[in-house]
């Protein structure tokens, strides 16, 4: 098992950028698929990113392709998500998640999940 944990939320204007990061403890991130994925109030849980074992591999939904940017420090056991040209439509409840196998952009694939971190863009 592993236990995710992200950090880096917070509030932005619109334009601006911010860094997550999802840290990981109990078993090594580099055994893992990890992906990136958010949730506005009343809508679905939407994906954002995935990143192959290695990292070397990334998948980005239409929506984030060209300003954000998925990368993994397996040294340090830890996931990172950066956000740039912040819009009011990425405001959402950031997670990051962890699955086996081949990446993917299916939220039911996945099989370990953060808490979640805030994201706010102000227009």
């Known amino acids: 098992q592993v236990q995710l944990v992200e950090s880096g939320g917070g509030l932005v204007q619109a334009g601006g950028s911010l860094r997550l990061s999802c840290s990981a403890s109990?078993?090594?991130?580099?055994?893992?698929?990890m992906g990136w994925f958010r949730q506005a109030p009343g809508k679905v849980r939407d994906f954002v990113a995935a990143?192959?074992?290695?990292?070397?591999?990334?998948l980005y939904a239409d929506s984030v392709k060209g300003r954000f940017t998925a990368s993994r420090d397996n040294a340090k056991n830890t996931v990172y998500l950066q956000m740039s040209s912040l819009k009011p439509e990425d405001s959402a409840v950031y997670y990051c998640?962890?699955?086996?196998?081949?990446?993917?952009?299916?939220?039911?694939?996945?099989?370990?999940w953060g808490q979640g971190t805030q994201v706010t863009v102000s227009s």
């Open positions: 998640a962890a699955k086996s196998g081949s990446y993917s952009y299916h939220v039911d694939a996945y099989d370990y």
């Open positions: 990143l192959s074992r290695s990292g070397a591999s990334t």
């Open positions: 109990g078993r090594t991130v580099s055994s893992y698929v």
